[in-house]
């Protein structure tokens, strides 16, 4: 193989160790890092049988890519060990910011002879070239304004991606209140305002929307869960399902579709799988890449290793869960409890400071929202305090059955001094 012996390192070292994807994803490492048309192929294909949950090795890689298969055999000599791969990274990133400042200096040689102004112009251009360089050699990826201008163009206008729907879509709300992919989208509710039906009646939308879902719930068992999206299915209250006989027919139905038909879009990692952390996050994802991921609840959660207060552990949690839902492309729909200012003021409209033990979830979510129920007026509604991917929204919900119903709000009642 021609092709320079770090990059065969590299890939070497992802086949023997699949967990080296890590490492590839932090340092940026994309084809274009590498120079050689053989190690471009043979790096996308591991990146895509690792994206979509299959060991990459010599034989599934040479399956894929049976004209490189000498090439791909060679790999298994290229080296004895992977443990210094964070090391090789590192260093093919340095090759490639090489590359461009070569590329950079070029541009500039093909310049004609100028003015004094365009000689100024082009040491500005040369100091930018630098920075994106030694940016690169980092591991971090600065688009420029082409690629910046390209990718806008292709989320607007070209291909806008679906976003992910939190309720049905014959309601005004379908188009409203919706979640978007390495995103999250935060629900703020205090007990027993009814926050896991209102999960499981999203995932029952998703579900039939193709989607996969991966439910993590901290206070229920798994079997809990799969009966709160079949009540929501069959609108059948789970704790009334033997009360008739065509209750008890149709809560049966929506479990048997669960079990069949809409068995490989669903893992559900109750609190009988043991503690939940985002390690254990990243390993169910790893195995079963979802669409959409559920935390309920986010404060139970464990941390990976202990910080000085619970407040940090959330913290760094949050910015873990954030960097997962990049990595997979996944909407994160996060669960929150309220801190103790909400029981001072029942009667009052929930603020961003009332999500309990962080400060960090608020400043990474794409949208936070509250499901709150007044004291004095028993009304429900499902409300924005932030949205960056639209215009606030406001839907008093009811319940039916087994399941919340939306009805149409104004905002503009929010805007006159916030909800009743």
């Not at 910046?148 to 188009?175: G, H, K, S």
């Not at 009988?272 to 609840?297: C, E, H, L, N, W």
């Amino acid at each position: 193989m021609n092709a320079p012996r770090l990059e065969q390192a590299v890939l070497a070292g992802l086949l023997r160790e699949n967990n080296n994807f890590l490492h590839v994803k932090r340092y940026n490492l994309t084809e274009e890092t590498f120079t050689a048309p053989e190690t471009k192929q043979i790096f996308k294909v591991i990146c895509s049988e690792i994206e979509e949950g299959r060991t990459a090795d010599l034989l599934t890689v040479s399956t894929r890519l049976p004209d490189l298969t000498p090439e791909i055999a060679e790999l298994e000599l290229a080296i004895s060990t992977a443990v210094n791969f964070p090391d090789w990274c590192q260093k093919l990133k340095t090759v490639e910011a090489a590359r461009m400042l070569k590329r950079g200096a070029n541009r500039i040689g093909q310049m004609p002879d100028g003015s004094f102004e365009e000689v100024g112009r082009i040491a500005d251009f040369m100091a930018g070239e630098a920075e994106r360089a030694r940016l690169t050699a980092g591991g971090k990826r600065i688009p420029d304004i082409t690629e910046a201008a390209d990718e806008v163009e292709e989320r607007i206008f070209t291909r806008p991606e679906p976003p992910i729907p939190l309720f049905p879509p014959d309601v005004e709300a379908y188009r409203k209140a919706y979640a978007r992919r390495g995103e999250i989208f935060v629900i703020g509710a205090k007990t027993g305002t009814g926050k896991t039906a209102f999960c499981a009646s999203a995932v029952w939308d998703q579900l039939q929307a193709g989607l996969r879902i991966l439910y993590f719930c901290t206070e229920s068992s798994t079997a809990d869960i799969l009966t709160r999206i079949a009540a929501a299915a069959s609108d059948v209250p789970h704790y009334d399902v033997r009360k008739t006989a065509e209750g008890e027919r149709k809560f049966r139905e929506a479990l048997g579709e669960l079990r069949s038909r809409f068995a490989p879009q669903l893992r559900i990692v109750g609190n009988d799988a043991g503690g939940i952390s985002p390690g254990k996050m990243r390993q169910y994802m790893r195995t079963f890449p979802p669409d959409v991921v559920y935390v309920d609840y986010l404060q139970d959660l464990e941390p990976d290793s202990e910080r000085r207060s619970r407040k940090e552990e959330v913290d760094s949690m949050i910015r873990k869960i954030k960097a997962l839902l990049t990595e997979y492309n996944a909407a994160g729909i996060i669960v929150s409890q309220f801190n103790r200012d909400s029981q001072k003021a029942p009667d009052t409209a929930p603020d961003l400071t009332w999500l309990l033990d962080t400060s960090t979830l608020e400043q990474l979510a794409s949208t936070v929202a509250f499901l709150w129920t007044y004291e004095k007026t028993k009304e429900t509604y499902f409300y924005t305090r932030k949205n960056r991917n639209g215009p606030p929204f406001k839907y008093q919900l009811h319940w039916h059955e087994a399941r919340y119903v939306s009805s149409v709000i104004p905002f503009s009642e929010v805007q006159k001094g916030g909800p009743r």
